[in-house]
T-cell receptor, first 112, second 112 residues
Framework: DSGVTQTPKHLITATGQRVTLRCSPR?????VYWYQQSLDQGLQFLIQYYNGEERAKGNILERFSAQQFPDLHSELNLSSLELGDSALYFCASSQTPGSPLHFGNGTRLTVT | EDKVVQSPLSLVVHEGDTVTLNCSYE??????LLWYKQEKKAPTFLFML????IEKKSGRLSSILDKKELFSILNITATQTGDSAVYLCAVGGSSNTGKLIFGQGTTLQVKP
């Protein structure tokens, strides 16, 4: 168990809908990262927060947004969902930028 | 653009065999290279390498980095069926964001 908690484990929703994925980092970790993993793309970096502030952005779609709250948990919001957004979404945390990332078990999103 | 390439993409061996997984990279301002093992859920951290030529070892697994030639290898000796997994190579570079760029992974299947 990495200590990173993601909810929900599974999510099934329809095209056009909006969902929120939640992540609680390991105790003491200030950085939170979001990754998308699909069969043909591997693990793709979406966005990183450090102590409440956005630190780095990957190829995150404009329909997606995230934030990190004062208690350091993070949420990833996905809106106007399309079939192609179906994937496994991982959250990871690290103590400091540059230290190893520790991953949660992911949220499997299925868009029908 | 930062890039991480792993080879082979998949590998089937028998218990007791030794395997070598490869990872080459192109990244701006290289900081570190990490190996992860992914079974059904979260990638789990194996090694982090920052210095060239220094082998990291954990049990039957070992890894080494060559910063001049921009590659790393992960060796697994005396493979067991429990080693069956996807092995991911990731590279951290540029500034202090801590984000990692992942390769496509090598799927290893160890047959009894």
């Amino acid at each position: 168990d990495s200590g990173v908690t993601q909810t929900p484990k599974h999510l099934i929703t329809a095209t056009g809908q909006r969902v929120t994925l939640r992540c609680s980092p390991r105790s003491g970790d200030l950085s939170v990262y979001w990754y998308q993993q699909s069969l043909d793309q591997g693990l793709q970096f979406l966005i990183q927060y450090y102590n409440g502030e956005e630190r780095a952005k990957g190829n995150i779609l404009e329909r997606f947004s995230a934030q990190q709250f004062p208690d350091l948990h993070s949420e990833l919001n996905l809106s106007s969902l399309e079939l192609g957004d179906s994937a496994l979404y991982f959250c990871a945390s690290s103590q400091t930028p540059g230290s190893p990332l520790h991953f949660g078990n992911g949220t499997r999103l299925t868009v029908t | 653009e930062d890039k991480v390439v792993q080879s082979p993409l998949s590998l089937v061996v028998h218990e007791g065999d030794t395997v070598t997984l490869n990872c080459s990279y192109e990244v701006t301002n290289f900081r570190s290279l990490l190996w992860y093992k992914q079974e059904k859920k979260a990638p789990t951290f194996l090694f982090m390498l920052t210095s060239s030529g220094i082998e990291k070892k954990s049990g039957r697994l070992s890894s080494i980095l060559d910063k001049k030639e921009l590659f790393s290898i992960l060796n697994i000796t005396a493979t067991q069926t429990g080693d069956s997994a996807v092995y991911l190579c990731a590279v951290g570079g540029s500034s202090n964001t801590g984000k990692l760029i992942f390769g496509q992974g090598t799927t290893l299947q160890v047959k009894p």
